[in-house]
């Protein structure tokens, strides 16, 4: 079943309003604001015998376990903000929370996050549909190591007003292993 629902992917991400991009990088949408993305969804890659699954996209009747190399075929957007915790400037790319929720078939609802560590938290739907956080997997041009809270970590953009720190110092989750609607 999951090689079938990995093909339909790109019906999927269109089905839900989405475009998987123009040329410049630019998505559309009738229902939320554009995004500016580094590229747009590409086709998946079989999973190589020995390969790590590094998440799993829980939806309605669906489960989808995704591969770093995966991972770098969605949609991927590219912003520079300090980290909560580590107080250090990255330049992240990731997959935005709001494609994967369209992966999952939840759009619109909102996110729970699980990390291996046992840390679980929730992100409202109106934040990642609105705004490009993402699931980032590669810090400065390389995949994030666990001693920089990877291999993959939620990444909001630098926006104070929008993201005050003692509101969404629960969001920066790292370690992530899981995503699903939240209940």
Do not use: C
């Not at 770093?68 to 300090?82: D, G, I, K, N, S």
Request: no cysteine; proline share 11%.
């Amino acid at each position: 079943m999951f090689p079938k629902i990995l093909a339909l992917l790109p019906a999927l991400v269109l089905a839900s309003g989405l475009a998987l991009g123009t040329s410049s990088g630019e998505r559309q949408s009738a229902k939320w604001p554009p995004f500016s993305y580094v590229h747009p969804a590409r086709p998946l890659p079989a999973v190589r015998p020995g390969e790590r699954i590094m998440l799993t996209v829980e939806g309605p009747g669906r489960s989808l376990a995704l591969t770093r190399a995966q991972l770098l075929a969605l949609p991927t957007v590219r912003y520079a903000t300090e980290h909560a915790q580590l107080h250090r400037t990255f330049t992240y790319e990731g997959v935005p929370l709001r494609d994967l929720a369209v992966m999952g078939g939840f759009a619109g609802r909102d996110m729970r996050l699980y990390a291996s560590n046992g840390f679980v938290t929730t992100i409202r739907a109106r934040d990642y549909l609105e705004a490009p956080i993402m699931l980032a997997h590669t810090a400065n041009g390389k995949p994030i190591p666990v001693l920089e809270k990877g291999p993959l970590t939620v990444v909001l953009p630098r926006d104070p007003a929008r993201f005050p720190a003692r509101l969404y110092g629960a969001a920066w989750v790292w370690f992530v292993e899981r995503i699903a609607p939240a209940p």
